[in-house]
């Protein structure tokens, strides 16, 4: 009798180490014969298209901290603010996983993009992508909004918001990526001047004035007395010289 109740025991602490305890990751063949990388005692359910469903009998927690094992053994790289894990095999980019549980079957759910999320993605990318462009740049944006973003602004001929221009200026000095949106008010009308670092050590400049988006790229960045106001400026050297654009003053000192 005694020996079967240890039995029991034992039995019935295996099953609830299985239940709720981390344990490996395992690969499961799909219907469509596709195989992923999945908690232990997990099997296929469906693909809606931008999420995997997985039920299993084991706890939702689980299989939380499986998956979390299990998105790991694939290729990590980071974009769009985003980690994706790269699934070659599959050809599709898993961003994360979430777990709900139930009775008698938990369920895991990756979600993921087709193809290489990441495919292509830069360091200049990955300066730039947080900035909305500015063709797509809401019309009413404010001065508060715009500091409130850390962009530069100047408000008739004075830098009111520095901070964002000093700390570009430096990264640049630094030669460091970095990228700096300034707001320009000029007697209530707005304009706006985007300056990128890139990594090729050139500065790529996108302006948007009267509704007309142009863009440029020049080498140094620097400063020019105008009129007696210390610029912020763009230049070129070529064979006739240096060629210089003057964006926004600077903060006084």
């Known amino acids: 009798m005694k020996k079967n109740t240890k039995r029991i025991c034992i039995v019935l602490a295996v099953l609830a180490a299985l239940y709720f305890m981390p344990f490996i990751t395992v690969n499961t063949t799909a219907a469509d014969g596709r195989v992923w990388r999945v908690p232990f005692l997990s099997s296929y359910a469906e693909d809606s298209g931008s999420e995997l469903s997985f039920t299993s009998v084991r706890s939702a927690y689980a299989l939380g901290k499986d998956a979390d094992n299990a998105l790991h053994s694939y290729t990590s790289e980071k974009c769009y603010g985003k980690t994706y894990y790269y699934d070659a095999a599959n050809d599709v980019s898993l961003s994360g996983y979430r777990t709900s549980y139930g009775l008698p079957v938990s369920t895991l759910q ?11 993605w830069t360091d200049d ?11 797509d740049l809401a019309a009413d944006v404010t001065v508060d909004q715009a500091e409130e ?42 304009s706006w001047v985007d300056i990128q670092n890139m990594s090729d050590g050139t500065l790529k400049v996108t302006t948007l004035k009267d509704g007309e988006l ?38 006084a000192e």
Do not use: H
């Open 149 to 190: 973003n850390q962009w530069a602004v100047v408000q008739d001929g004075v830098m009111v918001f520095a901070a964002p221009y000093n700390n570009f200026a430096r990264l640049v000095k630094q030669g460091m990526l970095g990228y700096l949106r300034t707001m320009i008010v000029d007697n209530g009308t707005i």
């Open 214 to 251: 142009n863009t440029a790229t020049y080498q140094y960045l620097s400063d020019e007395d105008v009129n007696g106001v210390t610029y912020a400026c763009v230049q070129n050297r070529s064979t006739e010289g240096i060629q210089s654009v003057p964006l926004f003053p600077e903060p």
């Open 110 to 120: 990756y979600t993921y993009e087709k193809g290489n999320a990441c495919e292509g």
């Open 125 to 135: 990318d990955e300066i730039a992508w947080p900035y909305t462009p500015l063709k």
